[in-house]
Nanobody, 120 residues
Framework: QVQLVESGGGLVQAGGSLRLSCAVS????????MGWFRQAPGKEREFLGS?????????YSSDSVKGRFTVSRDNAKSMAYLQMNNLKPEDTALYYC????????????WGQGTQVTVSS
């Protein structure tokens, strides 16, 4: 059974940085595309970005995070990361990582999320 566990969330002041981690176990991590999402209270889940298994390609969906957020991965450690810089209060949300085994854009496995709160 594939399990994803996020960590690294917390409370940070506006302008600060956080690095979220996603530990993956029980599957073939090195073959998965990995994605990051977030959901704020009362809002729909938002796709933030993804990285393919080779780390040769990354994609950022939201203009609001381009240039501030970076996805990366370490296949040797079965870890994915989301580096977030210049955080803003509107980045406050529950952040999730997800795995796409077939690199089809369909995320089959999800973590439970880590809370990020940005104070002004």
């Amino acid at each position: 059974q594939v399990q994803l566990v996020e960590s690294g969330g917390g409370l940070v002041q506006a302008g600060g940085s956080l690095r979220l981690s996603c530990a993956v176990s029980g599957g073939t991590f090195s073959s998965y595309a990995m994605g990051w999402f977030r959901q704020a209270p009362g809002k729909e889940r938002e796709f933030l970005g993804s990285i393919n298994w080779r780390s040769s390609s990354s994609y950022y969906s939201s203009d609001s995070v381009k240039g501030r957020f970076t996805v990366s991965r370490d296949n040797a450690k079965s870890m994915a990361y989301l580096q977030m810089n210049n955080l803003k209060p509107e980045d406050t949300a529950l952040y999730y990582c997800a795995a796409d085994p077939g690199e089809t854009g369909l995320y089959e496995y999800w973590g439970q999320g880590t809370q990020v709160t940005v104070s002004s």
